[in-house]
């Protein structure tokens, strides 16, 4: 079962202006989200994250909501550059001070900015 | 320090043989990961490290796989008669241990084509 969603494959955004990539989450024991960013031939590129304590987080140019009660989050990218096109994806995991906090990840989102 | 290092990035290799990777974290983490990507899907845990100790191993990992990280520091993964459903990029992550969330690190991966 696909624990952590992301529906869209695929996204065009014009330069300048916003992105949002979309993430739905089933597993209610999820309290940590992130994002990373995947070029080719790369590994994953951490963004940005958030604890289900906060709703929002915000780092330059991007903005990371979260809405525990529909088990969804979305991440902002204003504005967007020609730079940020690449595969994005969500993964959550459960905090654990002594253990393992593996990532489950979303299929991904492949953002295209349009110059 | 230059991040987490995987070798070798590509490995080709007949059905049947045995195939051994390595990673190297980022000095000082603790944590350590090991995750296999698929086309078209997004990473899935494989197996977890703190320290030298081996804490949990994914149900996606057969006898076939297995892995160490002797000394707490770089870590190796090994497939034995290698089948072509392993076809896969094999990604490792380190991250340092603290309170209120693990972010991890992610190497450029090994990309391993059975023939």
């Known amino acids: 079962d696909q624990q952590v969603k992301q529906n869209s494959p695929s996204l065009s955004v014009q330069e300048g202006r916003i992105s949002i990539l979309n993430c739905d989450y089933t597993?209610?024991?999820?309290?940590?989200f992130l994002w990373y960013k995947k070029y080719p031939a790369e590994g994953p590129t951490f963004l940005i994250s958030?604890?289900?304590?906060?709703d929002k987080n915000e780092d330059g140019r991007f903005t990371v909501f979260l809405n525990k009660s529909a088990k969804h989050l979305s991440l902002h990218i204003v504005p967007s550059q020609p730079g940020d096109s690449a595969v994005y994806f969500c993964?959550?995991?459960?905090?654990?001070?002594?253990?393992?906090?593996?990532?489950?990840f979303g299929t991904g989102t492949r953002l295209t900015i349009i110059p | 320090d230059t991040g987490v290092s995987q070798d070798p990035r590509h490995k080709i290799t007949k059905r049947g043989q045995n195939v051994t990777f390595r990673c190297d974290p980022i000095s000082e983490h603790n944590r350590l990961y090991w995750y296999r990507q698929t086309l078209g899907q997004g990473p899935e845990f494989l197996t977890y490290f703190q320290n030298e100790a081996q804490l949990e191993k994914s149900r996606l990992l057969s006898d076939r796989f297995s892995a160490e990280r002797p000394k707490g520091s770089f870590s190796t993964l090994e497939i034995q008669r290698t089948e072509q459903g392993d076809s896969a990029m094999y990604l490792c992550?380190?991250?340092?241990?603290?309170?209120?969330?693990?972010?991890?690190?992610f190497g450029a991966g090994t990309r391993l084509s059975v023939l």
């Open positions: 597993n209610s024991m999820f309290d940590y």
């Open positions: 993964a959550a995991s459960v905090i654990s001070n002594f253990g393992n906090e593996k990532l489950t």
């Open positions: 992550a380190s991250s340092p241990r603290h309170r209120g969330g693990d972010i991890q690190y």
């Open positions: 958030i604890s289900s304590i906060k």
